[in-house]
């Protein structure tokens, strides 16, 4: 197809282009639009795709052969103009309100108006600073991954009256409903502190309790914005909760002692020294395979706070979550499930798993947005050279092939822009400022503290 594009500079997040389709291709299209209909119809008097055009303008209508001849060719159209232009819009180009029908050789004219992301300044374009984890492995993240090995071989033993009720231990409560805690009440109820079922509050009131002892705990609940399939957004009511609290039993959660005898028994080492060195192998392994991508992670998330904009565009961010979304159901259907199916495995409601697919799309869409405005600062291209290799990374087989796919599609700006963001990702990864931090023995610490 043989199309001319000519745009001005763009104004409020639109561009307006000029797009001219040759008169070759309208006169193909039509005649192209005669042969389907004389093909998909039977014409009394004619045999199937012979009718001629005098008929077909009759009984369909000249104007309907149009419609069809200008909207292919529009949809054929459309994905060059973008390819010339070098953009990536939101939503699809429009062509007016009606567009104009294509006529006979004559050049198909129309002003297409495409809408784009903002141009968005970042507040400083300095690297920004972040804190890691040191490279090497500590003592603190050793002992986090002993304790968590060793919880597997926990045992729950019977508490003793005196004992004050923790942190995983199991225990058996009665719940009275005073207001609005219904949905708690019950007998001979299971419950564990810190099993994350239950709101915080009722763990920190349950925590210290006594077997035989009955406490009035309460706590106030803020109203929830739920995202119905609608699109409306619903907020429930504020409401204080107040229940009764009786612990009736109490199984301790009681960690065994590391000692060369559990080492050899539990894990196949002869002594506490080789399964402890044994552990730090594999923190190691773990941290040279993990510490690049929290990286990258974290030197987004820092340029992102410097972007002079708080909340991405509403159009852009539905963009966005219909991509997290539509990918999110790809990876659900190759595993042959379907949403409800996953939903239900992980007991969680639709309307929460909407709320957190909005917000992955609102800091999604904030954090493309900065690395635009980095790359656009820094001047990064995308040449036909990073084109080829990001197409070879792929793996497909006919790389030419693939990429005038993806062109007649309208699809490489999109694939140049990722690559402009990832050269600017790695222009972070290597000019950021970072502290070391054993985080793991500050959590410790903190929890201790607690």
């Known amino acids: 197809m043989n199309i001319t594009v000519t745009a001005a500079e763009p104004k409020d997040s639109k561009l307006e282009a000029q797009l001219t389709i040759s008169a070759a291709d ?37 104007n309907a052969v149009l419609a069809d001849a200008s909207e292919a060719l529009l949809n054929a159209a459309t994905p060059l103009m973008l390819d010339q232009l070098d953009v990536v819009p939101v939503g699809q180009p429009t062509f007016g309100e009606e567009p104009k029908l294509a006529e006979e050789h004559k050049d198909y004219e129309l002003v297409a108006t495409i809408n784009l992301r903002p141009d968005v300044e970042l507040d400083s374009y300095d ?40 942190a995983n231990d199991m225990l058996t409560i009665d719940v009275e409903n005073v207001e609005n805690g219904e949905n708690l009440a019950g007998n001979d109820r299971p419950f564990m502190i810190g099993s ?26 803020e ?24 612990l009736k039993s109490a199984k301790q959660h009681v960690v065994p002692e590391l000692n060369d005898e559990l080492a050899k028994k539990a894990f196949g080492f002869d002594t506490v020294d080789e399964f402890k060195n044994a552990v730090k192998d594999e923190v190691a392994e773990d941290k040279k395979a993990q510490l690049p991508s929290l990286k990258e992670t974290r030197v ?5 706070k410097h972007l002079t904009l708080e909340e991405a565009p509403e159009d852009y961010t539905k963009q ?8 999110f159901l790809g990876q659900l259907q190759r595993q042959g499930l379907t949403l409800d199916q996953w939903l239900q495995s992980r007991h969680i409601q639709v309307n929460d798993f909407l709320a957190d697919l909005n917000a992955q799309a609102a800091e999604r869409a904030k954090q493309s947005l900065a690395l635009d405005a980095l790359a656009n600062h820094l001047e990064l291209e995308a040449t036909e050279g990073d084109v080829r290799s990001e197409f070879e990374k792929a793996g497909v087989k006919d790389v030419d092939a693939s990429i005038k796919e993806f062109t007649e599609a309208g699809r490489m700006p999109a694939v140049r822009e990722t690559i402009k963001r990832t050269k600017a990702v790695e222009w972070l990864v290597e000019n950021v400022k970072v502290t070391e931090v054993d985080e793991v023995a500050e959590r410790r610490a903190k929890k201790d503290a607690e």
């Open 196 to 221: 994350s079922v239950a709101p915080a509050e009722l763990d920190e009131g349950i925590k210290g309790m006594k077997v035989g002892e009955t406490k009035e705990i309460s706590w106030h609940v």
């Open 320 to 327: 966005v979550f219909d991509e997290i979304a539509q990918d």
């Open 26 to 62: 309208v006169d193909a299209a039509i005649k192209k639009a005669y042969k389907d209909i004389a093909n998909k119809y039977r014409f009394q008097g004619f045999r199937k795709g012979k009718a001629p055009r005098p008929v077909i303008d009759n009984l369909v209508g000249k």
């Open 127 to 166: 690297a920004p600073e972040i804190n890691m984890p040191p490279a090497e492995v500590t003592d603190a993240e050793v002992d986090e991954q002993v304790e968590a090995l060793l919880n597997y071989h926990a045992k729950f033993e019977d508490a003793g009256e005196d004992y004050a009720a923790a």
């Open 300 to 304: 987004i998330e820092a340029v992102t």
């Open 223 to 246: 109203g929830e914005e739920h995202t119905h399939a609608d699109g409306e957004v619903h907020k429930t009511e504020d409401k204080d909760v107040k229940i009764k609290v009786t």
